[in-house]
């Protein structure tokens, strides 16, 4: 009965219950042996325990039972003991001695328990203390871990930091340590109070006396949700100190180094100053540049080319070349400089370093010398333009006088041959008279004209029958140079507001011109077109043409292609000129384009306005006897 209790009892204990003899051999065994060693009890029954038991855990076992017999207490063994497939696992076996009423040995009981997942269990966490050891040994930094009485874990950097041997009183080394070897051991220690309340991540500087600078981090650890501990990370940092103090001082040096810098310098990302030295302050007049955008000082024509230019920066990473720009400081003054920038690595991030180089005085300079230049150059023409108009003068004098002199001689002759010479004469004082009246009439027209004096009377005039007049009262003196005219126009009529005495003026000048640089049998050809806002009137040779260098030229005052005085060609170089200031009291202008030999075209465009009357001056100019005159007089210049 108890038998078969105990029986159930040890199969629910999940044990395994076995008796032996004082000779070792067993004699009972329960039947859940099967169930850790996969025998049966008949399998084992009889045989003696040392054929199961490993060879190397024999010594260790028979030493505790013998210990048991001796102290007649239960001892407990963990030995490795073969299973049926012959393979050995670990088991825990509890042996009790029990002796007869002689008090002799009569044999053991014991328990037999699977202790093989424990074993596993220890052997990976023997394993894991070995890694977390092997860990704490190869990291940086000295590693502590203690409760709130010991320490419980060090690795060797931290024994050395704090000069530890051994194990023992540990703690109280570190805290004399602390106490004695700090530069400023009472902050420390006062810190400490709240290291120990805080939970999460404390951290700061350890300053020895022998210079040493030791930076920690500390935290509490847990252990099934209860605090465990605190482990201390410290780290020498002494060399980086020393490494950082160097920098900082060398960054000093740096920071004078660009303060002083003459040149503006602006550090930036994206536009905004982050940044900027003292001639930058005081180029823009801003006390203090940095937050500010770099675009607010950025004169408008350059913002757009500024932040192309800063994007390329980013992207490719390129120093930007010199580039002239205007900046406006802060009381709105433009001034012109000259601005390159670089990318730098700024901790990581990309930011950009532009130098500054005020131009104003190089643009001074360039200003002057460029007045000067146009001075040197307006005093050369000038001179040319006197001794010119000196021989312009001279040259229609000399021929008067030397008619009228020619005339003295004949004057009492009546004979017909002498009459006609007479009038020969007569002829080339008029034509002469008529150069000087031009000439003269022309320069009085400049004089007033640069002196705001001259004035225009616009009415509404057909333009096409003026021109068309223009046109045909000229057509004799074209022809006598054997050339012909030719007259267009895309609309039989046009009334704009015009002064028709200046426009008279503007097309016989540039006729004028068409006849003296067109050989004979070349043409010219009159022109014009019509659109809403315009007329356009071009005057067109087959003539030898103008160089292409000179046709920016030919409208500045005295300007004359040829300059020589042998030159082929008569004429002071004021009428192109006059031409162009004529054409622009009408709010018009005018352009030439040209072929070297092929011929020239004179375009003028005129706003196609009317004042308000009801009136159309539509004056016939070829009946009027003023107006042969004043064809007379433009056209003087050309000798036939
Ligand atoms: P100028 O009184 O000397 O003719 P202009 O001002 O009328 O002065 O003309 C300036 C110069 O432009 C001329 O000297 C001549 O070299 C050039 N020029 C003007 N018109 C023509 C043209 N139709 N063909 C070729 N050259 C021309």
Same mark, same amino acid.
């Given at each position: ?29 329960? +039947? ?107 990291? &940086? ?28 009183? !540990? ?245 017909? &041959? ?61 022809? +006598? ?12 009529? +046009? ?24 050989? !004979? ?120």
């Amino acid at each position: 009965m108890f038998n078969i209790y105990l029986e159930e009892l040890l199969e629910a204990m999940q044990n395994v219950f076995f008796f032996i003899d004082n000779f070792w051999n067993i004699i009972y065994v329960s +039947r859940n042996i099967k169930k850790i060693l996969g025998y049966t009890p008949s399998d084992v029954v009889g045989n003696n325990i040392v054929d199961y038991i490993y060879k190397d855990d024999l010594k260790k076992t028979f030493s505790e039972i013998m210990y048991a017999i001796q102290t007649r207490e239960s001892k407990r063994v963990e030995c490795r003991v073969r299973i049926k497939t012959g393979n050995f696992v670990w088991v825990e076996a509890i042996f009790s001695p029990f002796f007869d009423q002689e008090g002799n040995l009569s044999g053991l009981y014991g328990v037999l328990r699977d202790i093989e997942d424990r074993k596993k269990i220890i052997k990976e966490k023997d394993k894991n203390i070995e890694k977390f050891k092997a860990i704490i040994e190869s990291t &940086k930094g000295g590693i502590c871990v203690h409760d709130d009485k010991n320490i419980l874990e060090m690795n060797s950097l931290f024994k050395k930091m704090f000069r530890i041997e051994g194990e023992q009183c !540990a703690a109280e080394k570190i805290l004399d340590f602390t106490r004695n070897n700090l530069k400023d051991p009472d902050t420390f220690f006062n810190r400490l109070e709240g290291i120990f309340k805080s939970k999460g991540i404390r951290n700061g500087r350890l300053e020895t006396k022998d210079g040493k600078v030791y930076e920690y981090y500390t935290k509490m650890i847990y252990k099934d949700k209860h605090v465990y501990g605190r482990i201390w990370q410290i780290f020498d940092v002494t060399a980086q100190v020393k490494y950082e103090e160097k920098l900082k001082k060398k960054e000093e040096q740096y920071r004078k180094f660009f303060e002083l810098m003459p040149d503006p310098i602006i550090v930036h990302k994206n536009g905004l100053i982050l940044y900027a030295n003292r001639a930058a302050e005081e180029i823009v007049k801003v006390e203090n540049l940095v937050g500010r955008s770099m675009l607010d000082f950025l004169h408008d024509d350059f913002k757009k080319i500024v932040m192309e230019r800063v994007k390329e920066t980013y992207e490719n990473g390129v120093t930007l070349p010199w580039l002239e720009e205007k900046i406006i400081d802060m009381d709105g003054n433009i001034i012109d400089v000259e601005v390159a920038a670089t990318p730098v690595d700024l901790d990581g991030e990309i930011v950009s370093l532009v130098v500054i180089r005020d131009l104003r005085q190089k643009k001074e300079l360039e200003r002057n010398r460029m007045i000067l230049n146009e001075a040197m150059e307006l005093e050369r023409v000038r001179s040319e333009f006197f001794a010119n108009i000196s021989h312009e003068l001279r040259t229609p004098l000399n021929v008067i006088l030397g008619a009228v002199q020619l005339m003295q001689i004949y004057i009492n002759n009546e004979d017909i &041959k002498t009459q006609e010479k007479l009038s020969k004469y007569v002829k080339m004082m008029k034509q002469n008279c008529y150069r000087l009246l031009r000439l003269v009439n022309n320069l009085i027209d400049i004089t007033k004209i640069d002196s705001g004096y001259f004035e225009i009377h616009p009415q509404n005039v057909d333009i096409i029958k003026l021109a068309e007049n223009i046109v045909s009262s000229v057509v004799d003196y074209v022809e +006598r140079f054997g050339l012909k005219i030719f007259f267009k126009t895309d609309r039989k009529e +046009r009334v704009i507001a015009v002064d028709p005495d200046k426009i008279e003026r503007i097309l016989l000048n540039l006729i004028s011109n068409a006849i003296k640089f067109t050989d !004979a049998g070349g043409s010219i050809f009159v022109n014009i077109s019509n659109d809403e806002k315009y007329v356009k009137i071009s005057v067109k040779d087959t003539g030898i043409g103008i160089p292409k260098e000179k046709l920016g030229l030919i409208f500045d005052r005295f300007r004359q292609v040829d300059k020589s005085l042998s030159r082929n060609h008569e004429g002071s170089g004021i009428g192109l000129s006059l031409v162009k200031a004529l054409v622009e009291m009408h709010d018009g202008e005018i352009a030439a384009t040209s072929e070297e030999g092929e011929g020239s075209e004179f375009t003028v465009i005129l706003p196609a306005k009317t004042i308000e009357t009801k009136d159309i001056s539509l004056v016939d100019r070829s009946i009027t006897n003023g107006y042969v005159e004043r064809i007379n007089i433009e056209f003087s210049d050309i000798y036939s």
